[in-house]
Every structure is written in structure tokens, then in C-alpha cells.
């Protein structure tokens, strides 16, 4: 009962944008969007008979053939930033192309890649505190931000490893694509349970006026994609959207402090609990001249 999918259950590249009992609202929010936004609508009778509209934008390409001007981009930031948004950027294209040869077709981008977004992830993270604290914090503000096109979880989790490696070479995240042996395949059902209620924060975060409205209409469980369900009774809808933005900012950032805590400890290096944070300086000039 009550079961709404955020993603149309046809075609999951489109996601809920708006609700509304009448048709005629429906009409009049189609024809306000852009050329390049596709649009699909579909019904649904619980409490109430209401349309759901879920849009996509339209255009897209692998994600390897985006173009965008690096140079000029890095040449706005300072150099700690450039520095960590170059590294940053390697990390994403060795996920993409490992994501493609197991997968054997090219990622689509449903966006383009905001490189000038990215200095944002660092200027607004805290770096004092432990190391463990910080590194939560950097994946957070990457997720958040949500400047890739895709793969943004992975990316923020290959970070954290970027970034506790810094401190102890040795520290690895277990790789959870593939079964190596039972324990280290466990890692992928723990790792994914953050990831998803990381997805379940976020998108409560941006859409909890629309899902204050589903619930009026009678709406209890919303599914993602990839049967990822967010139980909206669970959490706080009633809150002005600017409200809701930093709320869920919070409980984000300590999901993912939590997440990085308890890594550490799965992985064996429980110390990192307690070592001091690296500066983004430090960060930077550790990271500089890698090859």
C-alpha cells in the first residue's frame, strides 16, 4: 500500500519532478519546461487519485567524450585546489573506465562535469579534527555538491582511501565489486548500506516538499532505483526546502564520518580513529608530485 517509484518504472534515467491531483496542473508544469527536458507521467489512486510527472534532460554521451576547458578552469582556483581537483578527476576516470570494462558499455552522463563546482567540496570542508572526521567530511561535501555526472558514491569512497593513504600507505577499502572470499565480499553489502542511505538522505533532502504532498495523497514507500526504498514516515518532511538543506546536510556528513569510523576498524587500522587530520595544505603538497 501506499508505494510511489522515484524513478519511472519504465525508464530509470527519469526521476520524480512534480505532483499534483489535478491534470490540468500536470499540463500547465509540462509545458513550462525547457526543449531539452523529457518528460513521462504516470498515475497513481491511493488516498487520492494524483499524476506524477518524472522529467530527464535529453542529449547526454558517454561520459569518457565529455569536453570541457581544464586549464581554464584550474586556472581559476588557488593552487591547493587544483592540485586536489586534478588528482580528484584521475580518481573519477579510472572508476569510469573500470565501470566500463566490467560492465563492457560506456557510462552515460546525464550532465556534464562541473569542474568549477569542485574547489566548492574543499573550501567548505572542515579539515581540523581526526583524520577519520575529515575524510568523512571530504566525501560528504563531494556527494553533496554532486559536480559528476555519475559515479559520485564511488568517487567519495575512493577519496576517503586517496586521503587516509596519506597518513598510512598501507590502508586499503577492500575492493566489493567482486567476490575474493566471503569476508571481503562482505564488504559490499556494508559498503552499499551507506551508500544507499546516503541516496535516501540525499533525496529527501532535495524533494521533501514534494514527498510531504505524496504522503497527504496517501504515499508511504518511495523506490529508487535499484530497490533502494525510502520509508517517508522515517523522516522529517515538514520543513521549509532551505531548512530541510541543512538538516540533512548534517546527518549526511555523519553518516558518512560514522561510515569512515567503522572502515577503518573493518580494515585494521582502528589508529586513524585517533590521528591527527592533514591541512588541506599538507593534503595538497603530499599529493603534488605523484606519479
Known amino acids: 500500500m501506499g508505494h510511489v517509484y522515484y524513478h519511472h518504472p519504465g525508464d530509470k534515467q527519469f526521476s520524480l519532478d512534480f505532483v499534483h491531483p489535478d491534470p490540468a496542473e500536470i499540463v500547465s508544469q509540462i509545458i513550462d519546461y525547457d526543449d531539452d527536458v523529457a518528460v513521462k507521467v504516470q498515475a497513481y489512486d491511493i488516498a487520492e487519485e494524483f499524476y506524477v510527472i518524472y522529467t530527464s534532460r535529453v542529449g547526454g554521451g558517454p561520459v569518457r567524450e565529455i569536453d570541457f576547458n581544464l586549464q581554464a578552469s584550474l586556472a581559476e582556483m588557488t593552487d591547493e585546489n587544483s592540485t586536489i581537483v586534478v588528482r580528484l578527476l584521475e580518481i573519477y576516470r579510472a572508476l569510469i573506465a573500470q565501470n566500463e570494462e566490467e560492465e563492457g558499455v560506456p557510462v552515460e552522463a546525464y550532465k556534464n562535469i562541473d569542474v568549477d563546482a569542485l574547489p566548492d567540496v574543499f573550501n567548505r570542508t572542515s579539515w581540523e579534527g581526526s583524520a577519520t572526521d575529515v575524510a568523512g567530511r571530504l566525501a560528504s561535501n563531494l556527494i553533496l555538491k554532486h559536480a559528476l555526472p555519475n559515479a559520485n558514491h564511488r568517487t567519495a569512497v575512493a577519496l576517503i582511501q586517496f586521503y587516509l593513504r596519506r597518513l598510512n600507505a598501507d590502508f586499503t577499502i577492500p575492493e566489493t565489486s567482486v567476490e575474493i572470499d566471503p569476508e571481503t565480499y562482505d564488504w ?7 551508500i544507499n542511505e546516503s541516496k535516501r538522505l540525499l533525496t529527501v533532502r532535495r524533494k521533501n516538499v514534494l514527498f510531504k504532498h505524496l ?8 523506490e529508487r532505483k535499484h530497490d533502494v526504498k525510502i520509508e517517508l514516515a522515517e523522516y522529517e518532511l515538514d520543513m521549509y526546502p532551505s531548512e530541510a538543506k541543512m538538516v ?7 553518516l558518512w564520518i560514522q561510515f ?11 589508529e586513524l580513529k585517533e590521528a591527527q587530520a592533514l591541512s588541506k595544505a599538507d593534503f595538497a603538497e603530499k599529493i603534488r608530485d605523484l606519479d
Open 188 to 194: 559490499r553489502q556494508w559498503v552499499n548500506e551507506y
Open 215 to 222: 504522503y497527504s495523497f496517501g504515499a508511504r514507500t518511495l
Open 248 to 254: 540533512y546536510a548534517e546527518k549526511h556528513e555523519e
Open 260 to 270: 569512515v569510523e567503522q572502515a577503518v576498524e573493518r580494515a585494521g587500522y582502528s
